[in-house]
Structure formats: C-alpha cells, structure tokens
T-cell receptor, first 112, second 108 residues
Framework: ETGVTQTPRHLVMGMTNKKSLKCEQH?????MYWYKQSAKKPLELMFV???????ENNSVPSRFSPECPNSSHLFLHLHTLQPEDSALYLC???????????FGQGTRLTVV | KNEVEQSPQNLTAQEGEFITINCSYS?????LHWLQQHPGGGIVSLFM???GKKKHGRLIATINIQEKHSSLHITASHPRDSAVYIC??????????FGTGTRLTIIP
C-alpha cells in the first residue's frame, strides 16, 4: 500500500462512452501525475499537476481530459476513446515536482 | 537523444541466486530511480539515487556516474521478488524517461 488509491481497478468501455478515472492521495503531496503504460512499451507521462495547476501536457489527445480539484485528488475524464487507448493508467504523487514518486495500483482500461 | 536501456529484458533464476539488473543511459542525469511493478500493475519506488550506493534489505542499488550505468542487485532471491523492475532517469530538469523493464522470475 503506497498511499495512492486509484479507482476503478478495471474498466471496460465502449468507444462512445464517457467515464472517469479517479486518483486520491492523503500523503500531503503537492505534485500528481498521470502515466499510461501500453503493452511492451515504457511508461509514458501524460499530465503533471503541481499545487492543482497543470504544468505539463505531454501532447495527449483531447479525448483525455484531466482535472485536479485539489492537491489530494486527480481525475482523468475519458470520452470517445479508441481501442489503441487500452492500457494501464497509473497515477502517482510526490512531495514536490521531481521528487520520489509514489504510484497507485493503476486502472486497467479496455476500450471495445 | 536521451535514452535509457535495461538488460536483460527477461531473467529467470533459482531461489537463492544473486540477481543483477542493469541500466545504462545516454547523457548526464540528475537522478535515477529503480521501480518494481508486480503482476497486478501497481508500482513501488525502490530507490532514488544520484551517486554511490543504497541498500534496503536484500536490495542494493549502485550508480556509476562516469560510466552512465546503474545496477540493481537482489541477494538471496525469493519467488516473491518476481516482478518487472524498471529503471527511470531524469535528464536535468526534464521529465522522467523510463526503460522498458526487466521481467524477473524466481523459481522455487
């Protein structure tokens, strides 16, 4: 248990659906991150938030929409996804940007 | 180009064996991380280091700045050590760059 909780753990959605992934940490960290891990590929950073402000969008398609209402919560809103978006989506947090990161268990997303 | 390479990609060993996983990178870095990912997908940070050596239990991580190389060692390996081990480096102030991971399987 790392202190970073992601829900749901598994999600199957159709290409026309709208769903949201949730990440929560009560570690007092100020930076939060969304990563994507596709099969046989390295982790890819998607978004970075620092003190609730987005500081990095790594050329992520607009069908992925992040939201950070406070330093403890991070959401990833999904709409009109493609089958190639099927992957493990991992949330992480760190005390400050660039510091050691604590990861959640991930949400395994399947787009059908 | 900032690159991270890990070797081997896959490693199978008998319980009790000494394990070494390697990570090489292309240019100078500000920090290197070793991460462990279990089959369920969750990732645990094992070490963050920028020089020298760190030890935690049966795990040892070393880094050689001049050779741009780091190793993760596991002593007295156990089946519960079976996981994917990922090396990640930070080049300057840039975002973390991840290796493709080493899949370790320890056979009882």
């Amino acid at each position: 248990e790392t202190g970073v909780t992601q829900t749901p753990r598994h999600l199957v959605m159709g290409m026309t659906n709208k769903k949201s992934l949730k990440c929560e940490q009560h570690l007092g960290h100020n930076a939060m991150y969304w990563y994507k891990q596709s099969a046989k590929k390295p982790l890819e950073l998607m978004f970075v938030y620092n003190f609730k402000e987005q500081t990095e969008n790594n050329s992520v398609p607009s069908r992925f929409s992040p939201e950070c209402p406070n330093s403890s919560h991070l959401f990833l809103h999904l709409h009109t996804l493609q089958p190639e978006d099927s992957a493990l989506y991992l949330c992480a947090s760190s005390q400050v940007l660039g510091d050691e990161a604590f990861f959640g268990q991930g949400t395994r997303l399947t787009v059908v | 180009k900032n690159e991270v390479e890990q070797s081997p990609q896959n490693l199978t060993a008998q319980e009790g064996e000494f394990i070494t996983i390697n990570c090489s990178y292309s240019v100078g870095i500000s920090a290197l991380h070793w991460l462990q990912q279990h089959p369920g997908g969750g990732i645990v940070s094992l070490f963050m280091l920028s020089s020298g050596k760190k030890k935690h239990g049966r795990l040892i991580a070393t880094i050689n700045i001049q050779e741009k190389h780091s190793s993760l060692h596991i002593t007295a390996s156990h089946p519960r050590d079976s996981a994917v081990y990922i090396c990640a480096v930070r080049f300057g102030n840039e975002k973390l760059t991840f290796g493709t991971g080493t899949r370790l399987t320890i056979i009882p």
